[in-house]
């Protein structure tokens, strides 16, 4: 089983901008492996947000796209997300997750095997 620890979560005030780091380690992990950021509201689905999959080209979710960046640090074993012009919507558990080989759709959760424990976002009007 692959170990995803993530950090980086806080609060932030509307406009502001948080940086989310996942890093990997164990199990079946490699550099190849896809990994993408889910996130999960109070009383809400959870939704996927950002990935890089096997194809390594990013997906985003369309809520997210042009304030977001993914990118992976395969020396480092670590996905990042850089989240810019924040919104209270915006606001959720922010989950990393690991697959062996994800093709598209990317951001669909059943797809992928390991998860991490979540760093809270929170923002703030």
């Known amino acids: 089983q692959v170990q995803l620890v993530e950090s980086g979560g806080g609060s932030v005030q509307a406009g502001g901008s948080l940086r989310l780091s996942c890093t990997a380690s164990?199990?079946?992990?490699?550099?190849?492996?896809?990994m993408a950021w889910f996130r999960q509201a109070p009383g809400k689905e959870r939704e996927g947000v950002a990935g890089?999959?096997?194809?390594?080209?990013?997906a985003y979710a369309e809520a997210v796209k042009g304030r977001f960046t993914i990118s992976k640090d395969n020396a480092k074993s670590t996905l990042h997300l850089q989240m810019n012009s924040l919104k209270p919507e915006d606001s959720a558990m922010y989950y990393c997750?690991?697959?062996?080989?994800?093709?598209?759709?990317?951001?669909?959760?059943?797809?992928?095997?390991?998860w991490g424990q979540g760093t809270q976002v929170t923002v703030s009007s």
């Open positions: 997750a690991a697959g062996a080989s994800v093709w598209w759709p990317i951001l669909d959760a059943k797809k992928y095997n390991d």
């Open positions: 164990g199990g079946t992990y490699s550099s190849s492996s896809s």
């Open positions: 890089i999959g096997s194809a390594r080209l990013p």
